[in-house]
């Protein structure tokens, strides 16, 4: 590690974060997955979510459960979704989460932050089976482009605005406490 300068905070916080992330799929892997529900869970509460709301608009709604990691949500008269763990948004979380806790800033900020930033990677997630419910439903040819390219995308692109704004934040919030020259 003797080439790694860790005095350079842009290096820190990449083998922070690195380390952070490392810790947490291992984690993740070989205890929380194994061991316990929480794929189970927010799948369930994917599913939920997006049932209430499409049945909001007036769209009949089955919901099914094929076995721990499998669990479908339709809308009558189309092809089932099927949404597995890979969906749930577990890994994203995560990933925000860690990202959030290695950059520097106020820690009471995080504090409120993280969860507000889950809760809107969540919102966005099950949007997102919302609307491959509805394309499947109405035009299923595109499913797989959707699915594959334009949601991802969307996902992602959310992460990235909430990274941003924690950055400019912490930053804003760095350059106030330093001294004036």
Known sequence: MAFINLKNKTTRFFVFASILYLSWYLLYEFFVKPNTLIDEKLISLIIANAAFVLKLFGFTVYQSIEDS?????GIDGAHPLWIGSPCNALTLFMFFALFVIAFPGNTKKKFWFIPLGIIIIHIT?????ISLAIINYLAPQYIEFNHTYTFTFLVYAIIFLLWMWWVKSSLKENAAHEPKN
Do not use: A, E, P
Request: net charge positive; aromatic share 0%.
């Open 69 to 73: 990691n499998m669990q479908l949500i």
């Open 125 to 129: 997630n099950v949007l997102r089976v």
